[in-house]
């Protein structure tokens, strides 16, 4: 994995992503965890290319400010680029924009797992 891999994606705003529908508010605007989501699957699917078979990433860090609010039928942009790799912890730079400019920014990070160790070694937890 090398320092500089890059992503966008585009939506748009629905009902479903509101902070009055998530519970995260009272208002029909794009809800901050929508925002977060949007973020951390920017930021997976960039670096899914780059795999090997049997593995996938983890949110474990999310340091990122919503600025500005957004309305139900607006577009929103999320770009991530890869900022630092240790290992198997991947650091992302991330702004979110809608047309009329910047909504988010801040920093999201993931770390390399391997998917069935990591499923097996959560699921055990019902065992205990």
Same mark, same amino acid.
């Given at each position: 994995? /090398?320092? !500089?891999?890059?992503? *966008?994606? +585009?939506?748009? =705003?629905?009902?479903?992503? +509101? #902070? $009055?529908?998530?519970?995260? !508010? $009272?208002?029909?605007?794009?809800? +901050? ?6 973020? /951390?699957?920017?930021? @997976? *699917?960039?670096? /899914? ?7 996938? +990433?983890?949110?474990?860090?999310? *340091? %990122? $400010?919503? =600025? @500005? #609010?957004?309305? %139900?039928?607006? &577009?929103?942009?999320? /770009?991530? $680029?890869? =900022?630092? %790799?240790?290992? &198997?912890?991947?650091?992302?730079? %991330? &702004?979110?924009?809608? &047309?009329? !400019? ?12 391997? *998917?069935?160790k990591f499923t097996d070694k959560t699921y055990a937890k019902l065992e205990k």
């Amino acid at each position: 994995m /090398e320092i !500089g891999i890059t992503a *966008n994606q +585009t939506t748009t =705003v629905t009902e479903q992503m +509101t #902070a $009055k529908v998530m519970g995260s !508010g $009272k208002l029909d605007v794009y809800a +901050t965890p929508c925002m977060i989501a949007f973020v /951390e699957n920017t930021a @997976s *699917n960039s670096v /899914e290319p780059y795999l090997e078979d049997g593995q996938g +990433t983890v949110g474990t860090l999310v *340091n %990122v $400010k919503h =600025v @500005s #609010a957004t309305p %139900v039928g607006m &577009k929103v942009t999320c /770009e991530t $680029k890869l =900022v630092e %790799v240790d290992r &198997k912890r991947l650091v992302f730079d %991330v &702004k979110v924009y809608d &047309k009329s !400019g910047l909504i988010g920014e801040g920093t999201h990070e993931r770390f390399i797992i391997e *998917n069935q160790k990591f499923t097996d070694k959560t699921y055990a937890k019902l065992e205990k």
